[in-house]
């Protein structure tokens, strides 16, 4: 029975200074790292083994990813790293204070940039501070590909075809595949494989550092919706959290 264990990376600086970050590569806080730890201690005491990874191209949810298989035993596993599995662009509002936004844009509009399916925010302006299209490592990816905004549904159209060609095959092969990546990305994911309606996609919030595991049917349909978190009630607490930032 293939498992699919999703993990949003651990808390990273701009986390803790609640900063909206998408695309902006930051580094992991110490409690970040420890986060990581964490959870690939809990991935080994569940016997949940990842014989894959696949994550993002951004330092926190690379970081998080080799951290955990280190924690599980699992270091020299194939590891694979994508852009399609990259944060959802928050365009204009990249680096900027959640508070702050909240305050500027009214509640309504704040809630549906940060959690609604189709809105996306203004888009970033090229060569501005925050504009990361011209970083080296997206060389390969088309220019009209690289977004300056994105609402969920980009980002889970331009993440679907990964998890066509390179997640859903190591699943069907019967493979634990962890990915790790970031709170929209993941929710995304979790949108396709749970079949999510817009409204539940609204309420839908990721915590950092929470393994969610995933038992997979023949059609990698899921045994359980919603998956189960190997730390439930710690992940609901933080799940809490994350939908309060910017209040």
Same mark, same amino acid.
């Given at each position: 029975?293939?498992?699919? $264990?999703?993990?949003?990376?651990?808390?990273?600086?701009?986390?803790?200074?609640?900063?909206?970050?998408?695309? %902006?590569?930051?580094?992991?806080?110490?409690?970040?790292?420890?986060?990581?730890?964490?959870?690939?201690?809990?991935?080994?005491?569940?016997?949940?083994?990842?014989?894959?990874?696949?994550?993002?191209?951004?330092?926190?949810?690379? =970081?998080?990813?080799?951290?955990?298989?280190?924690?599980?035993?699992?270091?020299?596993?194939?590891?694979?790293?994508?852009? =399609? /599995?990259?944060?959802?662009?928050?365009?204009?509002?990249?680096?900027?204070?959640?508070?702050?936004?909240?305050?500027?844009?009214?509640?309504?509009?704040?809630?549906?940039?940060?959690?609604?399916?189709?809105?996306?925010?203004?888009?970033?302006?090229?060569?501005?501070?925050?504009?990361? !299209?011209?970083?080296?490592?997206?060389?390969?990816?088309?220019?009209?590909?690289?977004?300056? !905004?994105?609402? +969920? =549904?980009?980002?889970?159209?331009?993440?679907?075809?990964?998890?066509?060609?390179?997640i859903a095959?190591? +699943?069907?092969?019967?493979?634990? %595949?962890?990915?790790?990546?970031?709170?929209?990305?993941?929710?995304?994911? $979790?949108?396709? $494989?749970?079949?999510?309606?817009?409204?539940? %996609?609204?309420? +839908?919030?990721?915590?950092?550092?929470?393994?969610?595991?995933?038992? +997979?049917g023949p059609?990698?349909?899921?045994? =359980?919706?919603?998956?189960?978190? /190997?730390?439930?009630?710690?992940?609901?607490?933080?799940?809490?959290?994350?939908?309060?930032?910017?209040?």
């Amino acid at each position: 029975m293939p498992t699919l $264990v999703l993990l949003r990376h651990g808390e990273s600086e701009w986390n803790s200074r609640n900063l909206f970050t998408g695309w %902006v590569d930051v580094e992991l806080t110490s409690r970040g790292v420890e986060q990581a730890r964490r959870s690939g201690a809990l991935l080994r005491s569940a016997g949940v083994l990842p014989a894959v990874l696949h994550t993002s191209m951004l330092t926190r949810a690379v =970081r998080t990813g080799m951290l955990a298989l280190a924690a599980a035993g699992r270091e020299d596993i194939p590891a694979h790293r994508t852009w =399609r /599995l990259n944060e959802r662009h928050y365009g204009a509002l990249q680096g900027m204070d959640r508070r702050t936004a909240r305050r500027r844009y009214g509640d309504e509009l704040f809630q549906q940039w940060r959690r609604s399916y189709d809105l996306k925010p203004p888009p970033i302006e090229p060569g501005s501070q925050w504009d990361v !299209t011209t970083d080296p490592r997206y060389g390969i990816v088309d220019h009209e590909l690289r977004p300056r !905004t994105e609402s +969920l =549904r980009d980002v889970q159209n331009r993440l679907l075809p990964y998890w066509l060609d390179a997640i859903a095959p190591d +699943l069907r092969a019967g493979r634990t %595949v962890l990915v790790t990546a970031h709170s929209n990305s993941l929710r995304a994911l $979790v949108a396709h $494989v749970d079949e999510l309606s817009a409204d539940e %996609v609204l309420e +839908l919030n990721i915590p950092t550092g929470m393994p969610l595991r995933y038992e +997979l049917g023949p059609g990698l349909d899921p045994r =359980r919706r919603g998956g189960e978190y /190997l730390e439930p009630e710690a992940a609901a607490t933080a799940a809490a959290e994350v939908a309060d930032q910017g209040r």
